[in-house]
């Protein structure tokens, strides 16, 4: 089964400051890529996504992801942090074939300082 | 399209009460999904419907859980004989059949005393 790990559980970055998140996954195959944002009492928004194609993708509010095949990994990055990007931050993973369900990962609570 | 809708936002209930969770999904969406979400952890999958057919349920939903979505539209999670370790957020998601893109609702916040 996949599974997916977050493995810093909170992260302090100054406003304008740069910011990555990491996540790693587990499976034997390609998977399916995803970031969510959640904000307090609010539910998730989908930040972006990787399939297939070019490692590097766009999602919104200026984030990007990079997916690495040797490490596992799908970090989100964003070069400069708006105090409105503190909140919640999910990695997930949909891997077998016509199984669309989802794992997540913990989570990374980020907070943005002044 | 006003997105995916829950209701209620907030429950609190007494120990051994029942409760039902109502989720409107984006109306062209014929997959629809359960999480529930506790705190400090990640949403985990509970169960989901390909229209009215529900065609997974994870081993989380023990036979205290149901879930049902009768036309093909909404959905309504119960809980009967709650415990306290129901309580968490009950977050309902949907997709285009086919698609691993889900949507997400705000959820419901089930506290249980």
């Known amino acids: 089964a996949q599974s997916v790990t977050q493995p810093d559980i909170h992260i302090t970055v100054s406003e304008g400051a740069s910011l990555e998140l990491r996540c790693n996954y587990s499976y034997g195959a390609t998977p399916y890529l995803f970031w969510y944002v959640q904000s307090p009492g609010q539910g998730l928004q989908l930040l972006l996504k990787y399939f297939s194609g070019d490692t590097l993708v766009q999602g919104i509010k200026g984030f990007e992801a990079e997916f690495k095949r040797s490490q596992s990994s799908f970090n989100l990055r964003k070069p400069s942090v708006h105090w409105s990007d503190a909140a919640e931050y999910f990695c997930?993973?949909?891997?077998?074939?016509?199984?669309?369900?989802?794992?997540f990962g913990a989570g990374t609570t980020v907070t943005v300082r002044a | 399209d006003t997105g995916v809708s829950q209701d209620p936002r907030h429950k609190i209930t007494k120990r051994g009460q029942n409760v039902t969770f109502r989720c409107d999904p984006i109306s062209e969406h014929n997959r629809l999904y359960w999480y529930r979400q506790t705190l400090g952890q990640g949403p985990e999958f509970l169960t989901y419907?390909?229209?009215?057919?529900?065609?997974?349920k994870s081993r989380l939903l023990s036979d205290r859980f149901s879930a049902e979505r009768p036309k093909g539209s909404f959905s309504t999670l119960e809980i009967q004989r709650t415990e306290q370790g129901d309580s968490a957020m009950y977050l309902c998601a949907s997709s285009f059949d086919g698609s691993y893109e889900q949507y997400f609702g705000p959820g419901t916040r089930l506290t249980v005393t």
């Open positions: 419907f390909q229209n009215e057919a529900q065609l997974e």
């Open positions: 997930a993973v949909g891997a077998v074939p016509n199984d669309y369900k989802l794992s």
